[in-house]
C-alpha cells in the first residue's frame, strides 16, 4: 500500500470520526433541551390544591356488602 492512499484513507476516516462527534453533541443538547422544555412543562402545569380539612368531601365511606 502507497503513503499517498494510506493518507487519503486516514484522513477520510478523521473526517467522518469528527462529523460523528459533532452530530453526536447536536443530538445530545437537543435531548437536554427537549427534557428543560418538558420540566417547564411540567412546573407550568396547574397546581393542585390541597383539600380542605373542614370540608366534609371524602370523610366518610360508604360500605355495603
Known amino acids: 500500500m502507497d503513503v499517498a492512499s494510506l493518507s487519503t484513507s486516514m484522513s477520510q476516516y478523521?473526517?467522518?470520526?469528527?462529523?460523528?462527534?459533532?452530530?453526536?453533541s447536536m443530538v445530545k443538547d437537543q435531548i437536554e433541551k427537549t427534557g428543560e422544555m418538558a420540566l417547564q412543562l411540567i412546573d407550568s402545569a396547574a397546581p393542585v390544591s390541597a383539600p380542605d380539612p373542614s370540608s366534609p368531601l371524602g370523610q366518610t365511606i360508604d360500605i355495603r356488602v
Not at 14 to 24: F, G, L, N, P, R
Open 14 to 24: 478523521q473526517t467522518q470520526v469528527d462529523h460523528a462527534t459533532k452530530v453526536s
